[in-house]
């Protein structure tokens, strides 16, 4: 069974910063691109950032020169470290293979920026 397990979200202030993880099955991880996706009140689901087996990244537009991320592939676990955050970034974040597999959607971990 995949499963794919978020946390280190958090409530912190605007310009601060959180780091995220997700750690997933190995059966899928070290065969799978990732990605951070994340969904916020009464908008579609976005991706964020991947990372492909080689680490190669793709960032969004919004979170270009703030977010990285990375893979640790021992672990089987992939993070986001954002930087800078601001209250647009409020949302609930999710990992999961790309493309994306709809069985595969964990719980999210909550991001919520104050201003």
């Known amino acids: 069974q995949v499963q794919l397990v978020e946390s280190g979200g958090g409530l912190v202030q605007a310009g601060l910063s959180l780091r995220l993880s997700c750690a997933a099955s190995?059966?899928?991880?070290?065969?799978?691109?990732m990605g951070w996706y994340r969904q916020a009140p009464g908008k579609q689901r976005e991706l964020v950032a991947s990372?492909?087996?080689?680490?190669?990244?793709y960032y969004a537009d919004s979170v270009k020169c703030r977010f990285t991320i990375s893979r640790d592939n021992a672990k089987n676990t992939v993070y986001l470290q954002m930087n800078s955050l601001k209250p647009e970034d409020t949302a609930v974040y999710y990992c999961?293979?790309?493309?994306?597999?709809?069985?595969?959607w964990g719980q999210g971990t909550q991001v919520t920026v104050s201003s």
């Open positions: 190995s059966s899928i991880f070290s065969r799978s691109a």
């Open positions: 990372i492909t087996v080689g680490s190669s990244n």
């Open positions: 999961n293979v790309r493309p994306t597999v709809q069985g595969y």
